[in-house]
C-alpha cells in the first residue's frame, strides 16, 4: 500500500476528516510555513508555542518539523528573510565612497536603511527578542557593529577634521548611538506604539525627520571632536 507523501498532509487528513484542498508543492508549503512563521514571531515573539503556529497553518507538527526540525532552524530561517536578505553590501560601499560629502552619505544611508529594514516584522522581532533569549537581537547588533557603525564613527571624524587612529571612543559611539537610535524610533513609534505625534497639516516625511536628526547628530559630533583635540 503507497503512502501518502508527508508534504502533502494536512492536519484535517491526519485527524480523519475530509481531505484538505489545500495540497501544495514542498516548496510552496515551505514558503507558507516561512511567511506565517514570519508573522507569527512579529505577534507573540519566539516565546510564542509552535502548537499555535501549526493550528494557524492548518499543518501538523510532523509537517512542521520535516521542512524545520528544531525551533531553531525555523528561527534561523526566519533570521536569514528578514535580515540577510535585506541586508544590502551597498551600504558599505557608500559610505565609503569619498565622492560624497560625509551628510550626503549619511542622509543617503539611513533613508534606504529605514525604509529596508525598520519592517513591521523586524521591529517587533527584533524587541520580542531582545526581551527573551537576545539571539535575533545580537546577532543583528553585532552586524550593525561590525560593518556599519566604524564607518559612520569614520566617517564623522573625517567631518569634523578630526584625524585620529585611536580605536573608537565610548562617547563617539554612544553619540552615534544617539542617532541610530532615534531612526529606530521611527519603526518603534510606527510599529509598536503605534503612535504619531505629527498633524495632518503639519506632517514631516521620514526623510526629512532624518535629514533634521543626522544635521544635528553632526553639529553634536564637531564640538564633541573639537574637546579632544
Not at 532552524?73 to 560629502?101: A, T
Not at 546577532?139 to 573608537?168: H, W
Request: proline share 3%.
Amino acid at each position: 500500500m503507497q503512502t501518502q507523501p508527508i508534504e502533502e498532509t494536512s492536519l484535517t487528513e491526519s485527524q480523519g476528516e475530509h481531505p484538505s484542498p489545500r495540497r501544495m508543492s514542498p516548496e510552496k508549503r515551505e514558503r507558507q510555513i516561512v511567511n506565517q512563521a514570519i508573522a507569527f514571531f512579529a505577534k507573540h515573539g519566539f516565546e510564542g508555542q509552535l502548537r499555535t503556529l501549526t493550528e494557524d497553518l492548518g499543518i501538523t507538527h510532523t509537517l512542521l518539523y520535516h521542512y524545520f526540525p528544531t525551533k531553531a532552524d525555523l528561527i534561523e530561517r526566519v533570521y536569514q528573510e528578514v535580515v540577510l536578505d535585506h541586508w544590502k553590501p551597498e551600504w558599505q560601499v557608500l559610505l565609503s565612497d569619498e565622492g560624497k560629502s560625509t551628510e550626503a552619505k549619511f542622509v543617503e544611508f539611513y533613508i534606504d536603511y529605514a525604509k529596508t529594514i525598520l519592517t513591521h516584522d523586524f521591529v517587533r522581532i527584533l524587541i520580542f527578542s531582545g526581551l527573551s533569549d537576545k539571539l535575533f537581537s545580537d546577532r543583528f547588533f553585532k552586524l550593525l557593529q561590525t560593518n556599519i557603525l566604524p564607518l559612520l564613527v569614520f566617517e564623522t571624524r573625517k567631518y569634523c577634521n578630526f584625524k585620529s587612529d585611536q580605536a573608537i571612543s565610548e562617547k563617539e559611539m554612544e553619540l552615534l548611538l544617539g542617532l541610530h537610535g532615534g531612526i529606530f524610533y521611527l519603526g518603534i513609534r510606527r510599529w509598536i506604539y503605534g503612535a504619531s505625534f505629527q498633524s495632518e497639516t503639519n506632517f514631516m516625511s521620514d526623510e526629512d525627520i532624518i535629514k533634521d536628526r543626522v544635521a544635528s547628530y553632526l553639529l553634536s559630533a564637531q564640538h564633541l571632536l573639537q574637546e579632544k583635540k
